[in-house]
């Protein structure tokens, strides 16, 4: 079953900030998130193990709640470079993902 | 590294005809899969191996067929393509428990079928 993601699409001023949800109605070994450019393959960001353990990558960080089965991502100061759709996975006992509809994140100067 | 290659690009295939997508990993990665995505849409899983010799099936597997003969290449059969299967396609691969086990997709190939 697809996780839910939200918002489905957020516009950002430079050096502002955002958070992006990802919620399943089922239990989770780990949260996945992905960046996709137009027209690019989807880049691993970050994984979320059980546990609630917050990770980072540049000033994009996340969190994994498992007793509520979501997880959040958190971009802070954005960036141009932030711009692109991103995705969360979900993934059970099983090794496969499955993907939220996505995010779609504008930033602009 | 190259990491995960996917040939060709682009293709436009007439209804009903066949094509395989190729897809090779130099990682030495066990799992391997296939999505598709459609405009504006996630991915969803067409089939997914954990290695060689061994494949199953995702949650969209009609009207395509996969193999597993080898760990670098999986490729992705479709017969008697249809229009719904215009889609981008996406080979990825992983190596669960080897850390940090992220997904590496290759470039995708984009399929339309008229």
């Known amino acids: 079953q697809q996780p839910v993601q939200s918002p489905q699409a957020v516009i950002l001023r430079e050096g502002e900030d955002a958070v992006i949800n990802c919620s399943s109605s089922?239990?989770?070994?780990?949260v996945h998130w992905y960046r996709q450019k137009h027209g690019e393959a989807p880049v691993f960001l970050m994984i979320l193990l059980k546990g609630g353990e917050q990770k980072g990558h540049e000033k994009i960080s996340a969190s994994f709640n498992e007793k509520k089965q979501q997880s959040s991502l958190y971009l802070t100061a954005s960036q141009l470079s932030y711009s692109g759709t991103y995705f969360c996975?979900?993934?059970?006992?099983?090794?496969?993902?499955?993907f939220g509809a996505g995010t779609t994140v504008t930033v602009r100067a | 590294n190259a990491g995960v290659t996917q040939t060709p690009k682009f293709r436009i295939l007439k209804i009903g005809q066949s094509m395989t997508l190729q897809c090779t990993q130099d990682m030495n990665h066990n799992y391997m899969y296939w999505y598709r995505q459609d405009p504006g849409m996630g991915l969803k899983l067409i089939y997914y191996?954990?290695?060689?010799?061994?494949?199953d099936k995702g949650e969209v597997p009609n009207g395509y067929n996969v193999s597993r003969s080898t760990t670098e290449d999986f490729p992705l059969r479709l017969e008697l393509a249809a229009p719904s299967q215009t889609s981008v396609y996406f080979c990825?691969?992983?190596?669960?428990?080897?850390?940090?086990?992220?997904?590496?997709f290759g470039s995708g190939t984009r399929l339309t079928v008229v």
């Open positions: 996975g979900t993934e059970r006992t099983d090794y496969k993902l499955s």
């Open positions: 089922k239990a989770l070994y780990s």
């Open positions: 191996s954990v290695g060689a010799g061994i494949t």
């Open positions: 990825a691969s992983s190596q669960p428990g080897q850390g940090a086990h992220g997904y590496t």
